[in-house]
C-alpha cells in the first residue's frame, strides 16, 4: 500500500520562503502522479492550491508554486503571511483512480 | 458559484450502515466526476471513493472496499455515499469534492463536509 509522506510541522518567519515536501513511499514522485496541494483550517474545508505538480488553482496568489525537487513533490511559499498559517497536504495520483494524500505539515508563521 | 452540501452524518452503532448526500449546485453537475474524502477528528484527509461523470467508472479505498458504495444521480445534481458495515475507524467528516476536469487529477472544490460517528 502506497504511503505518502509529508513534514509533520515546519515553521517559517513572516516574509521568509518555506518549502514544504512530498514523497512517495513506492519511489520517486514524477509528474504521472500529479501532484496536488491543498490548505485547510482544521475544521473547515480543504482549498486546492497547486495541481499537476505546479498549476495554481484558480484565485490561489503567485507567492505559491509548485514544483518537483530531487525525488519529491515540493511546495514553495515566498514572502510568508501570518494568514498562510494553516495545515497543508499533498495528494498524489498513483493508479487508476486510486489518490492517496499525505498526513499533512502544520505551518506555523513565526 | 459552485457549492457542495454534504447531508446524512449522524450517529451510528459499528456494523450499522448510513447514506450520505451530496447536493450540488453552480455547475453542471453530470459534466464533472465526483469524489468522497474523510478526516477522522484530528487525523489527515483520506480520499475514499471516485466515480466518472456517467457513472461509467467507480473506485475506491482499499479500507472501504466492499462496504460503501458511491452513485450519483444526474437529474438531481446529487452524488451519494451509501456506508454498510460501519466500524469504529469510519468516524470521520466526510466531504464531496469535484474532481477538477479531463487531466487536472484534483480536487477543485469542496464541500464543508458532514460528520459520521460510529460508536456503541
Known amino acids: 500500500q502506497t504511503v505518502v509522506t509529508q513534514e509533520p510541522s515546519f515553521s517559517v518567519s513572516p516574509g521568509g520562503t518555506v518549502t514544504l515536501t512530498c514523497g512517495l513511499s513506492?519511489?520517486?514522485?514524477?509528474?504521472?502522479?500529479?501532484p496536488s496541494w491543498y490548505h485547510q483550517t482544521p475544521g473547515q474545508a480543504p482549498r486546492a492550491l497547486i495541481y499537476?505538480?505546479?498549476i495554481r488553482s484558480s484565485g490561489v496568489p503567485d507567492r505559491f508554486s509548485g514544483s518537483i525537487l530531487g525525488n519529491k513533490a515540493a511546495l514553495t511559499i515566498t514572502g510568508a503571511q501570518a494568514d498562510d498559517e494553516f495545515d497543508y497536504y499533498c495528494?498524489?495520483?498513483?493508479?487508476?483512480?486510486?489518490?492517496?494524500f499525505g498526513g499533512g505539515t502544520k505551518l506555523t508563521v513565526l | 458559484e459552485v457549492q457542495l452540501v454534504e447531508s446524512g452524518g449522524g450517529l451510528v452503532q459499528p456494523g450499522g450502515s448510513l447514506r450520505l448526500s451530496c447536493a450540488v449546485s453552480g455547475f453542471t453537475f453530470s459534466n464533472y466526476a465526483m469524489n468522497w474524502v474523510r478526516q477522522a477528528p484530528g487525523k489527515g484527509l483520506e480520499w475514499v471513493s471516485f466515480?466518472?461523470?456517467?457513472?461509467?467508472?467507480?473506485y475506491y479505498a482499499d479500507s472501504v472496499k466492499g462496504r460503501f458504495t458511491i452513485s450519483r444521480d444526474n437529474a438531481k445534481n446529487s452524488l451519494y455515499l451509501q456506508m454498510n458495515s460501519l466500524r469504529d475507524d469510519d468516524t470521520a467528516v466526510y466531504f464531496c469534492a469535484r474532481y477538477g476536469g479531463s487531466g487536472t487529477y484534483y480536487f477543485d472544490s469542496w464541500g464543508k463536509g458532514t460528520l459520521v460517528t460510529v460508536s456503541s
Open positions: 466515480i466518472t461523470d456517467g457513472s461509467g467508472s467507480i
Open positions: 513506492s519511489g520517486s514522485v514524477s509528474a504521472s502522479n500529479y
Open positions: 495528494a498524489m495520483y498513483v493508479a487508476s483512480g486510486i489518490w492517496v
Open positions: 499537476n505538480t505546479k
